[in-house]
Nanobody, 114 residues
């Protein structure tokens, strides 16, 4: 099994920032695809950002220019820096890797007040 543990969620006002962390022991960020997903109540889970080979990134249009995905190999950690947060960013955010055909963290709640 691959263990993914998210943290850093919380309550923030519109326009604020949060940094999410995903500790992913044993994952080689240079070889595997990593991503952040989110799921709001009543909606399907959606990918918001991904990173492949430790450097190639991709972002959903809804977060482009506001969110930044990165990895720190020494700390076995993936990050999602979220700036200029909006109420529509409110969701549970999940860490993902493609190891073993897909592994997920348990999620961390992000709530952005109006």
């Amino acid at each position: 099994q691959v263990q993914l543990v998210e943290s850093g969620g919380g309550l923030v006002q519109t326009g604020g920032s949060l940094r999410l962390s995903c500790v992913a022991y044993g994952i080689n960020f240079s070889r595997n695809r990593m991503a952040w997903y989110r799921q709001a109540p009543g909606k399907q889970r959606e990918e918001v950002a991904s990173i492949t080979g430790g450097s190639a990134t991709n972002y959903a249009d809804s977060v482009k220019g506001r969110f930044t995905i990165s990895v720190d190999n020494a700390k076995y950690t993936m990050y999602l820096q979220m700036n200029s947060l909006k109420p529509e960013d409110t969701a549970v955010y999940y860490c993902y890797t493609d190891i073993l055909f897909g592994s997920w963290g348990r999620g961390t709640q992000v709530t952005v007040s109006s």
